[in-house]
């Protein structure tokens, strides 16, 4: 009996071990693949000047500065809303039958694809709101887009803080929102951190929300207001792979875009883990 389940746990091991190098294996053939075809195409003109000659040549900084704008404006619309509503799921709503449908809801706008959030943005925000293809427009359809991601992690945040730091709050004579406020968001702010730098990077890359809503095909000027159309990263390497006219002179740029990409979504995430982990030692020491 105790040998077998040694050779199950032994085969349960081997299989989590497996699927991790077949992941890691994986990805480090796709970046690798990327970056071999893509870094030849990076120079500091590559990357502070706008494209050239049907953009064929020159660079890509009006699509750096859109993906910026955009994934920037996502998460100033995602981040409050999704924080906000997961403190009154946790610390305010009764459970009950509305409150499992707000939950079931949000699990399953998790799992939407993003087209359907673009179409949703360009029928509400751009045709009916007449916000037009605009920053406006994609940060807000970016923004519901990682709403439920922002909300569920969260709200599982806000559980892992130890309910005892909730009585001793209300024992000293603090107020429900000043418990929350003073004690519980600083506890739980290092796991909302997570559940951010998800919904930013998952921001940053998508293309059919964008397409619908914000992005341009091609504008050498960077924008001047929030009503402005934007290049963009995502779809400007779409662009570039299927709707150039010189589809194979442009294929180094293709690679050097989705290389910068890559490294923009990676220094995003790297500066939101850096604030995490300086919060989370501030809070134990």
């Not at 209300?170 to 997570?194: D, E, H, N, S």
């Not at 964008?210 to 934007?230: G, N």
Request: charged share 10%.
């Amino acid at each position: 009996m105790m040998r077998k389940r040694q050779w199950i746990e032994f085969l349960a091991l081997s299989t989590v071990r497996l699927s991790i190098l077949i992941v890691g294996a994986a990805m480090l053939i796709m970046v690798g693949f990327i970056v071999i075809n893509g870094i030849g195409s990076i120079s500091w003109s590559f990357l502070t000047k706008p494209p050239i000659d049907s953009m064929t040549r020159g660079g890509i900084f009006p699509a750096i500065v859109g993906t910026f704008y955009l994934t920037l404006g996502a998460v100033l619309v995602a981040f409050p809303l999704g924080v906000a509503t997961a403190i009154y799921l946790q610390e305010y709503a009764k459970e009950g039958r509305i409150i499992r449908l707000i939950r079931f809801g949000v699990n399953n706008l998790a799992g939407i694809p993003s087209v359907v959030f673009g179409l949703f943005g360009l029928a509400f925000f751009v045709v009916m709101l007449r916000f037009g293809s605009s920053i406006l427009s994609g940060s807000l359809t970016l923004g519901l887009l990682i709403l439920p991601v922002v909300i569920g992690a969260s709200e599982e945040a806000l559980k892992s803080v130890p309910q005892t730091y909730r009585e001793a709050s209300l024992a000293l004579g603090a107020t429900k929102w000043q418990t929350i406020y003073r004690v519980v968001l600083p506890a739980a702010l290092p796991g909302i951190l997570t559940g951010s730098i998800l919904g930013v990077g998952r921001a940053a890359g998508e293309t059919a929300p964008i397409m619908f809503t914000a992005a341009a095909f091609y504008t050498p000027k960077l924008p001047e207001s929030l009503f402005d159309e934007v290049m963009a990263l995502p779809y400007h390497i779409y662009v570039l792979a299927t709707a150039g006219t010189h589809i194979d002179q442009t294929r180094p740029i293709q690679y050097g875009t989705a290389l910068v990409l890559i490294c923009l979504v990676l220094g995003i995430n790297l500066i939101a883990i850096i604030i995490r982990s300086k919060l989370r030692k501030k809070q134990y020491s």
